[in-house]
């Protein structure tokens, strides 16, 4: 096994003694953590982004100002990036990202040349492209992109809604903003940024940023639009989308963008967005963006949301048409705290955006659609968590650590359900042992004390120290915060809640498989409930029981892309070639990672049959697919072509 931290094992002795008494919804988790003396990595080097080439001791940029055409024909944008740059030192060298852009010149405020290199590429990184500063504190980096830049995605007008229009969008999260910008990428060096887009006239680009409208452009048949963040983010916050866009408002601060064709199913789907800002900013003090307004993507976006500042980019895969996924946009909502506003310094505590988002979403859930729903949605991800440790080699798993060891490699490997899940559980797990209301006075004020920084995992435990704990030995020991953070599986005092719901599906579930009456009506189930009966079913049914299921839940008819999900993989596990053309469908009308690739691995799972069917419909499927969902199917069919 290997260890990438001095984690000593001790089997048996109890070295942290639980005590105080356990809170109701304490339960023995399935799966237990070893108990380990935890040693973690020193704070000040939990600072240091291995992900980035940049150097912020000797020069640091401060503002990024893009000046950008979009070429559609070329798959290019290009032009310029100004950086304003705070440096030290004699001879300062600016250190920054790059990934597969073509720089042209480098130079500064009076245009004149500054010498500059491009370092060698390497694996998940990049090339450092490396300017010696002299007096200069603004640097003009002029560049284009290329073709297959991995954070862009050029869709040809038939791979839109409308089939008319073409259409580009990024996604930066977590490496990806130095493939279309030269700047300082690492989430610990937060910077503000400004842009014109200059576009064919009959597109509309929109960014994660104010937008201050366009103006026609110096080419005839473009517009060039502007945009303005005066708040530092991380550069991976750094988004745009260019298309046939419309824009819908919801609320006074919220509102939807997305294709003409599109637009009002989206508009009612997320029609309870503005109360979600509320209740968020009820939990947890002031939205402090100005807008937020969500940006509904072309099918093939990659995930199901992206948190980009004033501008969440949601998959249409969540437009169920019954407002049951919304918890995505609680989620994305629920970001403009835990990841913007106080973001991961680097990606080894990407819990810290996403295990604090996770719970953060389950609150505000709670608090717009009530206590029982979103029981539900935490027990089915509790589920998850369960099924991701297994699946990680179990407990002792360094995979399964919430600060986590990415050294050689994508932080991308990074996006499991530990962040997610076991981070949420945490969190949860203290708000048990110190009450919700002094947790959310607690959380309140790190929200605020930390408000446009980054932050470690050493940090987040130095403040709850601090704040939260204030030397009461009892409560440091009940916590466990070091073991909860450093070391792998699950602590023993893991809050699970579960739901009573869910339990009488679990019921149904068994006496479906066995071949009894069910006491519930399916037909009524809601979303969850259809999830989970799906998947304690038995891996295992004979061909009559999956045909009876498809009339039992109407599988061939329905528009839940969780549910259908569900219903393919029990599908595949049983080689019922009958789920073949809808599994086709799915696959071919979006490119959700979080879809695609389980879908394509359990096909490969069933060796030829379903390997000659994920080869086949991969071939099809893959040029519709954003890099960071082709990058990982790739190696699992294995059919690079
Ligand atoms: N920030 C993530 C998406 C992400 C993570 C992109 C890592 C790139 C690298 C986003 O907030 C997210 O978690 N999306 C989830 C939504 C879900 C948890 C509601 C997704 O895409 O499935
Ligand atoms: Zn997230």
Redesign the pocket.
Known sequence: MKLPLPLLLLSGTALIAACGKPAAETTTPPVLAPVVVVQAPPAAEQLRDIHSFADPAIARVTHVDLDLAADFKQRRLGGTATLKVEADGDEPVLTLDTHGLTIEAVTDAKGKALPFSLGQEVEFMGAPLKVTLGDARRVTVRYHTQPGAQALQWLEPAQTAGKRKPYLYS?G??TLTRTWVPTQDSPGIKQTWSARITAPADLTAVMSAEMLGPEPGKTPGTRTWSFRMEEPVAPYMIAIAIGDLAFQKMGERTGVWTEPSMLKAAAWEFADTEKMVAAAEALYGRYRWGRYDLLVMPPSFP?????NPRLTFATPTVIAGDRSLV??VA??LA?SWSGNLVTNATWADFWL??GF??YFQERIMEAVYGEEFTTMQMDLSWDELQATIKEMGGPTSPETMLHIDLKGRDP?DG?TNIP?EKGSVFLRTIESAVGRQRWDEYLRSYFDRFAFQSQTAAGFLADVREHLVKDDAGLEAQLQLDTWVYAPGLPENAVHRRSVALERIDKDAAAFAGGRALEGDAGKWSTSERVRFLNRLPRELPVGKLEALRKLLDLDNQNNSEVTFAWLRLAIANRYDAAIPQLERFLKSQGRR?FVLPLFTDLVAQGDWGKAQATRIYAEARPGYHSVTTGRVDTVVQSKP
């Open positions: 996604q999260q977590a995930f199901g949301g992206m948190e918890a995505l989620h994305e970001h955006n996403e988002t996770t991308d996006m997610y979080k």
